[in-house]
C-alpha cells in the first residue's frame, strides 16, 4: 500500500512525487515508457530554476531572447533584461529522465513499462490504480491517486471529473529535432505566427542541432491539416534563408495534441484524487508552454497531498486546496488573461498581429507594449486596440 500512487512520470508526475517523497511518504510513480521522447519544443523559462536549480548545472542550450513574427513576417525581438535569467531548451528525452531521476532519488520508486489502464475500486471508492505490463496485470493501491498522465489521458476521464477535449479546444503540434549547419541566432527562440490560428517555431539546441515545429490551434486544426502546415512550413522561402544546405539529419520527429484554452478548473480534485499537468490543462494557450506550469501544477499537488495524508483526510473538501493554492490560482487567472488575447491576435487572419508588429517596428512605445504583453499577460491597451483597427 502506497501513500500516493501517481500515474505519468513527465514533469508533473515527477515533480509531484518528489514533493512527497521528499516529505517521507511512501510513493509509486507508474510511467508507460521512459524512454518516450514526448513531441515537444522544449524550451524551457528560467522559471524553472526555482524548482530545479541543478538544470543549471547541465549542459542545456541556453537562451537570452525570443523573436516572434507575424504571417507576414513583421518582426519584434527581444532580450530578457536580466542575463542570469536565461532559458534553456532542451531535448526531453534528457530532460524529463533528469528530473524524473531527482524524484527516485528524493525515495520515489518508478515503476517502468507500466500502462495504466483504470482504477481500481471498492465500495464505489477509487483504492488504486491497475496497470499492463509485459508480465501482465498489476495493481497498486494507494490513499491519493494522482492522474499526471498527459493530454490523453485515460484515467481523468474515468474520474468523470472532465469530458473529452473537443478538437476546438486543444492545439495539434509537429516538430522535429534537426541537425546540419545553419543560419540561426543561436542565443534566441523564434515563433512564426500564422494567417491560419498556428505558429511555427524554431528552437535551437546547439551549433548545429535546432526543433523545429508548427502547430494548429482551436478552430485552426479543423480548416488546416496538421502534416500540410508543417510541410508548408518548413518550405516556406523565408524559413528556408535560415537552411542553406539541400539536407538536413532528421534525428527524431513528432507530433500530439496540447490543450489550448488553459487549465479545466473543473476537473483538478474529488475524493482522494488530483489531476495534473497537460490532463488538466496547464499549457499556456498563447505560446504553448506547459512544462513550467505542469511542474508548477505537480508542485502545488504533492504539498496539498502530504498536508492531506497528515491531516488523515483525502476527501476533496480537504484536496480542493490544490486549486486555491496561491500559484494555482495565478496560472488560471493569467491562462485566461491569454485567452482573450488569442481571439485578438488571430483575427482578421492575423492582421492584428502584423499590424501590432508593424507599429512595433516604428514606435517604441508599442514595442515595450507588446514585449510586456507576451511576457507579463498584460492585454493591449484601449489605445493600441484603436491604433492596431484605424
Ligand atoms: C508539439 C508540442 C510542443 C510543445 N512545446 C513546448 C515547449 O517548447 N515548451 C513548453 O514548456 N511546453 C511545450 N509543450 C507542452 C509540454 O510538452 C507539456 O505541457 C508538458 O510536457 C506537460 O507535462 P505533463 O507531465 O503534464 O505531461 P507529459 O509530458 O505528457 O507526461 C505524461 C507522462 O505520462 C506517461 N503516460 C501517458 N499515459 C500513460 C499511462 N496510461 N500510464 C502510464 N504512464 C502514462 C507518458 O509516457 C509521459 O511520461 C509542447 C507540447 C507539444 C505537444
Known amino acids: 500500500m502506497y501513500d500516493v500512487v501517481i500515474s505519468g512520470a513527465g514533469p508533473a508526475g515527477s515533480r509531484c512525487a518528489q514533493v512527497i517523497a521528499e516529505k517521507g511518504y511512501k510513493v509509486a510513480l507508474i510511467e508507460r515508457d521512459a524512454n518516450w521522447r514526448k513531441p515537444c519544443g522544449g524550451a524551457v523559462s528560467s522559471r524553472i530554476f526555482k524548482y530545479y536549480p541543478q538544470l543549471r548545472t547541465q549542459n542545456f542550450h541556453r537562451i537570452s531572447g525570443t523573436a516572434i513574427y507575424s504571417g507576414d513576417y513583421h518582426k519584434i525581438e527581444y532580450p530578457w533584461k536580466d542575463i542570469k535569467n536565461y532559458s534553456i531548451n532542451v531535448d526531453r528525452l534528457e530532460f524529463d529522465n533528469f528530473i524524473r531521476n531527482i524524484a527516485i532519488d528524493a525515495g520515489a520508486q518508478l515503476f517502468d513499462k507500466n500502462l495504466a489502464t483504470d482504477f481500481i475500486t471498492k465500495d464505489n471508492k477509487r483504492i488504486g490504480i491497475k496497470t499492463r505490463t509485459p508480465e501482465g ?18 484515467l481523468a476521464l474515468k474520474t468523470g471529473l472532465r469530458n473529452k477535449w473537443q478538437i476546438e479546444e486543444i492545439g495539434l503540434a509537429k516538430c522535429a529535432i534537426m541537425e546540419g549547419e545553419n543560419n540561426l541566432d543561436k542565443d534566441i527562440i523564434s515563433f512564426f505566427f500564422r494567417k491560419y490560428k498556428g505558429y511555427g517555431w524554431i528552437f535551437p539546441l546547439g551549433e548545429k542541432r535546432f526543433n523545429i515545429g508548427c502547430g494548429t490551434w482551436l478552430e485552426g486544426n479543423l480548416k488546416k491539416n496538421l502534416n500540410q502546415a508543417y510541410h508548408e512550413f518548413i518550405n516556406e522561402p523565408f524559413i528556408k534563408k535560415f537552411f542553406p544546405k539541400a539536407e538536413y539529419k532528421e534525428i527524431w520527429e513528432g507530433s500530439y495534441p496540447l490543450p489550448a484554452l488553459g487549465v479545466k478548473e ?38 496539498i497531498a502530504c498536508d492531506a495524508l497528515t491531516h488523515g483526510d483525502v476527501s476533496s473538501q480537504s484536496l480542493k486546496k490544490y486549486k486555491q493554492y496561491p500559484n494555482i490560482k495565478k496560472i488560471i487567472r493569467n491562462f485566461k488573461i491569454k485567452v482573450s488575447i488569442v481571439e485578438f491576435l488571430f483575427e482578421n487572419e492575423g492582421q492584428n498581429l502584423s499590424k501590432m508588429l508593424e507599429l512595433a517596428e516604428r514606435d517604441d512605445s508599442v514595442r515595450e507594449e507588446i514585449i510586456s504583453m507576451f511576457l507579463s499577460n498584460s492585454p493591449p491597451s484601449k489605445e493600441l486596440l484603436l491604433r492596431i483597427k484605424s
Not at 490513499?143 to 485515460?154: E, F, H, K, N
Not at 476537473?267 to 498563447?286: E, H, K, Q, R, W
Open 137 to 154: 496485470t498489476k495493481e497498486y493501491f494507494g490513499r491519493i491517486l494522482v492522474i499526471a498522465d498527459g493530454m490523453s489521458s485515460r
Open 266 to 303: 473543473e476537473c483538478l480534485y474529488g475524493d482522494n484524487v488530483l489531476i495534473i499537468g497537460d490532463a488538466a490543462g496547464f499549457v499556456s494557450p498563447i505560446s504553448g508552454e506547459g512544462i513550467h506550469s505542469s511542474v508548477v501544477s505537480g508542485n502545488a499537488a504533492g504539498e
